[in-house]
């Protein structure tokens, strides 16, 4: 009895909190349990490697953009306004978000100055 309670609370419960997005089959006893949890533990364990990995990917692939991004944005502000960017400017490139690096190059057209392309009114 205290069994049969318990091998469905670890369904029902457990298994339902652990791997809510996973169907758990209807178990009658402990070997049973274990038996399906042997068996579906590994092809858990690949699945979440495989999205830990795609995450990692996903996460490298916006980091690279970004500093692209900002060497770009680096090599242009050279070009304009001279040969050597100050510290603070090489700061704010690298640690600034997707959508501040945008506009710094979209005013960097029109921008007289240096100062005119990181304007934080403008942002």
């Known amino acids: 009895m205290v069994r049969r309670a318990f091998t469905i609370w670890v369904r029902r419960v457990l298994l339902r909190r652990m791997v809510p ?3 758990i089959p209807e178990v009658n006893d402990l070997e ?15 699945d979440w490697k495989k999205e830990g990995i ?12 970004m500093e692209g991004q900002a060497a ?10 001279g040969s050597i960017l100050d510290q603070d400017v090489q700061e704010r490139l690298q640690n600034a978000r997707p959508e501040q690096l945008e506009n710094w190059a979209r005013r960097i057209l029109d921008a007289r100055g240096i ?7 403008q942002e």
């Open 32 to 46: 049973e349990v274990n038996a399906m949890l042997a068996e579906r533990v590994k092809q858990w364990t690949e």
């Open 115 to 121: 100062d005119e392309v990181f304007a934080e009114e």
């Open 72 to 81: 770009m944005l680096q090599l242009l502000l050279l070009q304009r306004f």
């Open 54 to 65: 795609e995450k990692g990917r996903m996460e490298g692939r916006m980091e690279g953009r």
């Open 21 to 23: 997005a996973e169907v």
